[in-house]
């Protein structure tokens, strides 16, 4: 798996969307557990930007190869989120997309400046802390594509298959940026490796947990991995993150599967509540309302008329 920084510049573009069925959407069902992962996967896309806004603050962003990367991923990604809120429209489910993110971002609170402040505070004062950011990229980027490719084995659903294979693509490369800079920072770094271990065994935690909670992760894990294909697709993931030197024998998202799967041992209906009762509404924050944060006044209502042309 090789990755070349100067092809990546040239090769990055918006998700190409040409010929994807769109009228087809509504002709196939979708379960609840399709539609709750589907908006569980648009927020993590859209939440990238401040993903990034925590990146920015760091000494990885010392790296111009590192920003350079950045720049076109963040954009990439964006047309992730964009593209599935545009598939859940047309499913039928009504939204306002910029609603929607400002919401979650708003829901954030405190726990977000904090969180930018801290990560801040450890990159300046670990000098490995990039070798830490790139192996949770990596892990990040793969366990997104395993998950999207998860859900087109779940929901059978062929425009969705159509949508994130294209999805997936983009994905490959990201995950190939982040394990080859990974592997590359932690390559003869016996520090480096004992501090991302380290890292890793303590304060890790899966793609979207923070922004999501435990339980909305969880529901997420079971209804995609719970069953024997879904177990071995994390058992590869934990051994392919192994391959970076000093993560041998690394187990992080099985190791989250077995904890969901315990949390649901003591409590039957853990999890799966969420996805029988659709919980996938984002609430308005009770403090700071959202015309307060973005000074957008009038809002929302226009979501699913924009695609009605098509
Ligand atoms: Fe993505
Ligand atoms: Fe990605």
């Known amino acids: 798996m090789s990755f070349s920084i100067e092809r990546y510049k040239e ?3 918006k998700l190409d969307t040409a010929g994807i069925d769109w009228h087809g ?8 557990g399709d539609l709750f992962c589907l908006h569980y996967m648009m927020d993590i896309e859209n939440h990238v930007p401040l993903y990034l806004s925590h990146l920015l603050v760091t000494r990885a962003c010392m790296d111009p190869i590192l920003t350079a990367f950045l720049a076109c991923w963040n954009y990439e990604e964006l047309w992730h989120g964009e593209n599935i809120g545009k598939f859940l429209n047309l499913y039928g489910i009504e939204f306002d997309a910029q609603d929607r993110i400002a919401n979650v ?18 990159s300046w004062l670990l000098k490995d802390f990039s070798a830490v950011y790139l192996t949770i990229g990596a892990i990040n980027e793969l366990s997104t594509l395993t998950g999207y490719g998860a859900l087109i084995r779940k929901s059978g659903h062929p425009v969705l298959k159509d949508l994130l294979s294209r999805i997936i693509k983009d994905e490959r490369r990201h995950y190939a940026f982040y394990f080859n800079s990974a592997k590359e920072w932690l390559t003869d770094n016996e520090k480096a490796q004992r501090v991302d271990r380290w890292m890793l065994d303590r304060v890790w935690v899966p793609v979207g947990q923070g922004v999501k909670t435990q339980e909305q992760v ?19 993931i934990d051994e392919k993150i192994g391959r970076l030197p000093g993560l041998s024998g690394i187990k992080l998202m099985s ?6 799967r315990e949390r649901r041992r003591q409590d039957p209906e853990w999890a799966w509540r ?6 996938w509404a984002i ?11 973005t000074t957008r006044r009038t809002l929302g209502g226009e979501a699913v008329s924009a695609y009605e042309g098509i």
Do not use: W
Not at 218 to 233: C, I, R, T
Not at 287 to 292: N, R
């Open 218 to 236: 969880d529901a997420l894990a079971l209804y995609l991995f719970d069953d024997e294909q879904g177990e071995e697709e994390l058992l590869g």
């Open 11 to 13: 090769e990055s573009r």
């Open 283 to 293: 609430a308005p924050p009770k403090k700071s309302p959202i015309g307060e944060l």
């Open 25 to 32: 959407v509504t002709a196939s069902p979708l379960s609840k």
């Open 255 to 260: 190791r989250a599967l077995y904890a969901a």
């Open 274 to 279: 969420l996805i029988d009762n659709e919980e």
């Open 105 to 122: 971002r708003a829901n954030l609170g405190l726990h977000n400046s904090v969180s930018i402040l801290s990560t801040m505070l450890g």
